[in-house]
């Protein structure tokens, strides 16, 4: 007889179904209340995004890792050709279209499970000393964080390339970097700042609108009728027919990039306390397991990176949403509409729960015959 092996299970984190799993159901609620057609086709997303999880969580990583490089290097080719054969869409070239259908790929949603993958694969097969990574090794790692930085840059999507740096670096910081190159870098920053308006100078003109609405007196048009519904909600939130900046229209895209400010005008402060609570126990989750797998230097660097990666996504959001950032296209994971990114944080989730279900059998079978 053919079972499934239990032992897939043994080390399987079933805390995190439970912090996820009422973030998919509560942004599945509110975009049906504002859209059915588009809560239709989250519900394709869904599907498609557990899909993947199960597709990854049942790969065997450990004894393919060394395609790692491979996956992270045709990601940079996928880059590259989006500079070559690059669809654009209002004014940035960053899809690639799927021949003989009416489909697109953005690489730079793809390239994030190849770079954590990456960088994991790198630290593993070059464990930091206890004093943290010398310069010889930290620019070494460093290169394989600013080339997709410089080519995701160009394409022109800042706010991606943004998050890949910080990523890298910050889990270059949690692993372990030599002091005297984390000082080092506070004063190539300090000294650099000066050359601020240069850096500007070079911005796109639509990247240049976004800081210009952010630091002048009067927020943007997005930013206002925002701000004007998370004040509307009050403590409780409102009525699905008092809802009335989401359900007349007045708030932008309210499912996706403003679906915070959609969630405290439906539900109030309870419910954005309720929402960044589950995000914070995620995130503290995730971070707790640095102590865990101390000894395993891959599965370690991958999760510390998806807890920073989660926490930049859901502070950038929160904050262009308030005010408190440029308006730049950074959705809530789990929780925004769209497929791309769900679909993307699953197949993390999916490497995740890999790494920890099979960090103690590198040789494990998914089935067992019993004769």
């Known amino acids: 007889m053919i079972k499934l092996d239990g032992k897939i299970l043994t080390h399987f984190d079933f805390i995190l179904p439970m912090l996820i799993f009422p973030i998919i159901v509560f942004s599945f609620l509110l975009i049906n209340e504002?859209?059915?057609v588009l809560a239709h086709k989250q519900i394709v997303y869904i599907i498609?995004?557990?899909f993947a999880f199960f597709i990854f969580f049942l790969l065997p990583?450990?004894?393919i890792e060394w395609l790692i490089p491979f996956f992270y290097w045709f990601c940079i080719g996928l880059l590259l050709l989006v500079d070559v054969l690059g669809a654009t869409k209002l004014g940035a070239t960053r899809?690639?279209?799927?021949?003989f259908t009416n489909f697109t790929i953005q690489p730079s949603e793809i390239f994030k499970p190849a770079f954590l993958l990456m960088l994991a694969y790198l630290i593993k097969n070059n464990p930091p000393p206890d004093d943290g990574y010398r310069f010889k090794d930290f620019c070494k790692i460093s290169f394989y964080i600013i080339l997709p930085f410089i080519l995701i840059k160009s394409e022109p999507d800042l706010g991606s390339a943004l998050?890949?740096?910080?990523v890298g670096y910050a889990t270059l910081f949690l692993v372990g970097i030599y002091k005297k190159i984390i000082l080092?870098?506070?004063l190539i920053v300090g000294i650099c700042a000066p050359l601020a308006p240069i850096v500007y100078d070079n911005l796109n003109d639509y990247q240049k609108k976004r800081i210009n609405d952010f630091l002048s007196e009067k927020p943007s048009y997005q930013v206002r009728q925002s701000m004007i519904a998370i004040g509307s909600g009050g403590i409780n939130g409102k009525s699905k027919d008092d809802a009335t900046q989401t359900h007349f229209k007045f708030?932008?895209?309210s499912t996706s990039d403003f679906i915070f400010a959609y969630t405290i005008e439906r539900y109030g402060f309870l419910g954005a306390c309720l929402l960044l609570g589950l995000y914070l126990l995620l995130i503290l989750h995730l971070l707790s397991f640095n102590n865990k797998l101390k000894k395993d230097h891959f599965a370690r660097t991958f999760t510390s990176a998806l807890s920073i990666l989660i926490f930049i996504y859901v502070g950038v959001n929160i904050s262009m949403t308030i005010g408190f950032a440029p308006v730049v296209g950074?959705?809530?994971?789990f929780f925004s509409y769209g497929g791309s990114s769900f679909v993307t944080f699953m197949i993390l989730f999916g490497i995740y729960e890999n790494l920890l279900a099979f960090r103690f059998d590198p040789d494990y079978k998914l089935v067992r015959i019993d004769l």
């Open 330 to 333: 950074v959705p809530l994971p």
């Open 95 to 99: 899809w690639l279209e799927i021949p």
């Open 184 to 186: 080092t870098g506070v």
């Open 61 to 63: 990583i450990k004894k």
């Open 48 to 50: 498609v995004g557990f």
């Open 251 to 253: 708030l932008p895209i």
């Open 34 to 36: 504002a859209n059915e």
């Open 163 to 166: 998050i890949i740096l910080i």
